[in-house]
């Protein structure tokens, strides 16, 4: 049972553009959400994150966006540059708990 | 330069053989992951520790053991009751719950 499901495996796009990653989950106790980013072969760095108590987090040319009704949050890039270029994950864990749950992963291509 | 890092990068390991994975972090977290990433599949976790002395079991933990003895310190046994080990695995840590996770590089574990 994926509690944190990404859907799209990969997505394309053209530089200078908004790179937009979805992301769904099923947990209504989850209430922290944060985004990675991976390099092959490379472990995931952290990319930003989201508390339940928000609807948006900013950081430069990412926004993570949140809602909570139904159960989505996406991440946006603006502008897309190659070196986002990378497989991106969603994370979600809920307070009291240990584990945080990943999703799948979506493969970004920003295409110069 | 504070920071996690895993050893060896490859690792293979023949029928019947227990191999160890090493993680190493100088961050002062408490918190310590072992996650396996499988083609097409999120990272999926093996075992966490929340402090010295103490740990516990992922979602997929048969076949692997682990050992907590000093902070800095989280070893991952692969042992010759997980059938199918190859995958890339990652050891990550954080100061505590719903705090952001450091990656190390990641060990890719292949059988012979």
């Known amino acids: 049972d994926q509690q944190v499901k990404q859907n799209s495996p990969s997505l394309s796009v053209q530089e200078g553009r908004i790179s937009i990653l979805n992301c769904d989950y099923t947990?209504?106790?989850?209430?922290?959400f944060l985004w990675y980013k991976k390099y092959p072969a490379e472990g995931p760095t952290f990319l930003i994150s989201?508390?339940?108590?928000?609807d948006k987090n900013e950081d430069g040319r990412f926004t993570v966006f949140l809602n909570k009704s139904a159960k989505h949050l996406s991440l946006h890039i603006v502008p897309s540059q190659p070196g986002d270029s990378a497989v991106y994950f969603c994370?979600?864990?809920?307070?009291?708990?240990?584990?945080?749950?990943f999703g799948a992963g979506t493969r970004l291509f920003v295409k110069a | 330069d504070g920071g996690i890092t895993q050893s060896p990068k490859y690792l293979f390991r023949k029928e019947g053989q227990n191999v160890t994975l090493s993680c190493e972090q100088n961050?002062?977290?408490?918190?310590m992951y072992w996650y396996r990433q499988d083609p097409g599949q999120g990272l999926r976790l093996i075992y966490y520790?929340?402090?010295?002395?103490?740990?516990q079991k992922g979602d997929i933990a048969e076949g692997y053991s682990v050992s907590r003895e000093k902070k800095e310190s989280f070893p991952l046994t692969v042992t010759s009751a997980q059938k199918n080990p190859t995958a890339f695995y990652l050891c990550?840590?954080?100061?505590?719950?719903?705090?952001?996770?450091?990656f190390g590089p990641g060990t890719r574990l292949l059988v012979l």
């Open positions: 994370a979600a864990s809920e307070t009291g708990g240990f584990k945080t749950i």
């Open positions: 961050l002062n977290h408490d918190a």
């Open positions: 947990n209504s106790m989850f209430d922290y």
């Open positions: 990550a840590s954080s100061f505590g719950n719903q705090e952001t996770q450091y």
């Open positions: 989201i508390s339940s108590i928000k």
């Open positions: 520790s929340q402090i010295v002395n103490d740990f």
